[in-house]
């Protein structure tokens, strides 16, 4: 069947072998295998951590979590009793249908509406829909987030937010290389003072590597990027999602994480395309989309570093 339900999660599969696993607490995307044209055998592209809980008592650590309202610490004065990176990584979603099951792929709709404990700590209106595709050598996750507000008072009743896939993708820490990032802003948010935290830096790099502890949001990326390995990477195209944070804490920071497994930080790279510098804005009655792709890539593709 192409899409199972099973403990708490929805299993989609593609008849070429592809396949993606999505919790339904926290909407979380915790699998997705796939091949290459020449390596045809399906593989796994996101990392988990073996110590991540998978049980709903919090949020997983690895695949692809959503982030909704807020990035972070919350700074927005409508989020300010939330926790960080908001509540929709911690709630359990509804599986509402498939949308599409052909040749071309599998595709399934996940939705969260306020219930009580999100109402006592954020009382704006709004409905979420998370749409997962599954194809032969692509996934693509999409984030409608749509105001609720039926009030007809002025200024009309907005909702701001911010969103991000924090994506978790497997890959040699040590080689990876993200690009085109060069000539872009960025806040480095390893930066011991505020100042320095808040305070953009050029990147002057052609690849962007994580050999050291590295926390970076990129304000206005381009709306399609590469992450490359020796032997491998995963092409990503957004829509609507204009940065992107890059993150890994290698052993400085990774060690200090409780559910990291060890050495963990040397298995994967965050690539996480978001609205995070700034919110994003809708009026009463309207939608937001934010949409990313991520595909594998076939051949290899290096480029040299510095």
Known sequence: MPVEQSNGRVILSHPKGSSAQILLYGATVVSWKAGTKPHPEPAERLFVSSKASLDGSK???????????????????????????????????????????????????????????????????FHLAFVVTLAEHQLSTDLHVTNTSTSDMFPPDNLEFQALFHNYIRAP???????????????????????????????????????????????????????????????????????????????????????????????????????VRGFATIEPGRTWIGQQVLSTIHEERRMNQL
């Open 59 to 125: 949020p997983v650590r690895g695949g692809i979590p959503v982030i909704f309202p807020c990035f972070g610490a919350p700074t927005h004065p409508e989020h300010l009793k939330l926790g960080q990176h908001g509540f929709a990584r911690s709630e359990t979603w509804s599986f509402e249908k498939i949308v599409m099951d052909n040749e071309a792929g599998v595709s399934v709709r996940l939705t969260l509406e306020t219930t009580p404990s999100i109402a006592a700590k954020y009382d704006k209106p």
């Open 173 to 275: 820490s040590e080689d990876v290389l993200i690009f085109p990032l060069q000539n872009l802003h960025y806040y480095d948010k390893t930066e011991p003072t505020e100042e320095g935290r808040s305070k953009a830096k050029l990147e002057t790099r052609s690849g962007v590597d994580v050999r050291k502890f590295t926390d970076s949001v990129y304000e206005d990326a381009p709306p399609k990027y590469e992450a490359t390995w020796p032997g491998g990477g995963i092409d990503i195209n957004v829509t609507q999602l204009k940065d992107l944070v890059v993150w890994n804490p290698q052993e400085e920071a990774g060690a200090k994480i409780a559910d990291m497994e060890d050495k963990g930080w040397e298995k994967y790279v965050c690539i996480e395309p978001g609205f």
